[in-house]
């Protein structure tokens, strides 16, 4: 640091709702340009030597080193959209927002950790509370780090919490929704001046911030992007072009093919620090190159409305196994019997016969964790025995127990749901747009991650976001007048890809993964049984399950250990 500064600090993202106007104009400063919001929160920070991170709106992470104290503190968003990492022993710290910045300086050691590999192959993401470099250590949402005389100590200063204190009654709760979402919605509408659009699946989140913006922003048009495939059951143009009519959006589409799908990976694999698994981070790329191909460097996009409306998928089947976990033992000691009867019959129907009593006789958060518990499942026949020894078979489950066990909660539905917020948005879905757009040179703005709304929707209760086998209840009503009713009836889908008829078929990218995981210098082979992975490769082609994801998975880890042994060498 140059002599005679005091402090340094480092701001990145988009705090332009730093602080109210009020305070704003006492201190002189206007509420838009980045710098205003900087020089807000020095000001603030050193009247009382204390982060104001509570006023903080919007994507950011704070870095503030105060030099007469030797006080470094960093402080991520609610669910670090930036995300930050840091590595620390005795007298040093250093942070970057990639972990390769910490270990390209070779002032850490760059071995892998056995347990984020663990965690890997079991969420296909990373989770925070782990790191793929030993030596690094990773922020969670909502947490605050200080480190003082080589001394450090975290904590959260944002905590989620499911009051359920909130009954207005149904028609009024929906009117409340409505405003809040679009009050919301156009808060996050960037400036005239910038060159912005926003993502469009043609489901109900895309959808809805396409038409609330598309209506601030009138006579002009939003420029809106989606992403489809020629493959059948794969393809929602048919949707986006319903909410681009509907709306007047400046609609630009394309579809993506399987040999440009193969071409992305490599792309991918250097867009991330660390292995990551989430197929659907190819479309993603796709969508925002195609954005900045249009001169736009922003997007506006739709994730967080299934984690807080309640539209993921995954919560109404949790529902109906609860229904089989709650009959009366008897009933359930008919079932395993069934199940036990069709386990050597390995085909589809029987394997999702069993997979449903199996899943339907254990308790959550257990229950939940089978949708991403690969290598728990496959411990024994797909981890060699040096890696086994090294991971325990429930550490993942237990990573999950513990987020599940932070929050009490009156309905299990928002226990769910805040364990998605945690893991699956802020550890995968976020990763995921945010990298990939990164690749695209386009960045994001997430309005269904607003806090307030978050903890808004938080106070509303369970059966206003699953109710019967309705999922999003609520926010269907509330979005009556805002979305087009073949959007509001349809299934979900978001930018999916057929990576499952692709392994099924000979194109390239079948043949990357035989060349890949196949080759006899694969990294790979240190970790998992290659005769397991043929097994699910041949389970895969003949239907009898769907390991797609799984494979994916592998395909990843072995091209992300191949680039990480090249950027270690050199």
Known sequence: MPDGHRFDLQWQGAGWQYIG????????????????????????????RKTPVE????????????????????????FKTWPVCYAHEQDRLACASDMRLLVATRLFDNKLSDEALYHYLNFYY???????????????????????????QQDNWWHLRYPEDHDPGRELAAIELRERIIETVRSYRPGDEQHWGAFLSGGTDSSSICGILAAAAAPKKVSSFSIGFTEEGY????????????????????????????????????????PFGNASAIPTYYCARMAADAGKDLLVAGDGGDEIFGGNERYLKDRIFSLYYGLPSPLRGLGSLLANSLKNTDQRWANRIRNF?????????????????????????????????????DASLDLQRAVWRSLTAPSELHRLMHLDLTMAIADNDIIKVTG???????????????????????????????????????????????????????????????????????GQFRQLLNDT?????????????????????????????????????LLVLELWLQRHAHDTQS
């Open 126 to 152: 990373v989770p925070a509370h782990s790191a793929i470099y030993r030596a690094v250590r990773k922020l969670s949402g909502g947490q605050r780090l200080r480190w003082e005389g080589g001394r450090l």
């Open 235 to 274: 393809d929602e143009l048919g949707f986006a072009n319903i909410a681009s009519k509907a709306f007047g959006l400046d609609s630009h589409q394309r579809r993506v093919s399987e040999q440009e799908a193969a071409e992305a990976l490599p792309m991918l694999i250097r867009a991330f620090d660390e």
């Open 357 to 393: 009593i199996e899943r339907g006789s254990i308790p959550n958060p257990d229950r939940f964790y089978t949708d991403d518990s690969f290598a728990s499942d496959h411990y024994e026949e797909l981890l060699t025995a040096d890696f086994r020894s090294k991971v325990a078979r």
């Open 21 to 48: 106007n009020e305070q704003v104009g006492a201190m002189g400063m206007s509420n838009g340009p980045h710098g205003d919001d900087l020089s807000a929160v020095l000001h603030a920070w050193m009247q009382d």
């Open 436 to 506: 990939a757009c990164r690749s695209a040179g386009v960045s994001v703005r997430f309005p269904y991650l607003d806090r307030h709304l978050v903890e808004y929707t938080a106070h509303l209760p369970a059966h206003y976001k699953l109710h019967g086998t309705q999922k999003r209840a609520l926010f269907k009503q509330a979005m009556m007048s805002v979305l087009p009713e073949e959007i509001r009836r349809k299934k979900k889908q978001g930018f999916g890809l057929p990576v499952s008829l692709w392994m099924r078929g000979n």
């Open 55 to 78: 006023r903080c709106l919007g994507r950011f992470v704070l870095v503030c080193w105060d030099v007469p104290r030797g006080l470094v503190t960093i402080v991520t968003d609610a």
């Open 517 to 553: 995981l196949e080759s006899p210098n694969a990294r790979l082979h240190d970790f998992v049984r290659m005769d397991t992975v043929r097994g699910l490769l041949e389970r895969h082609q003949r239907g009898a399950w769907d390991h797609a994801s799984e494979l994916y998975q």
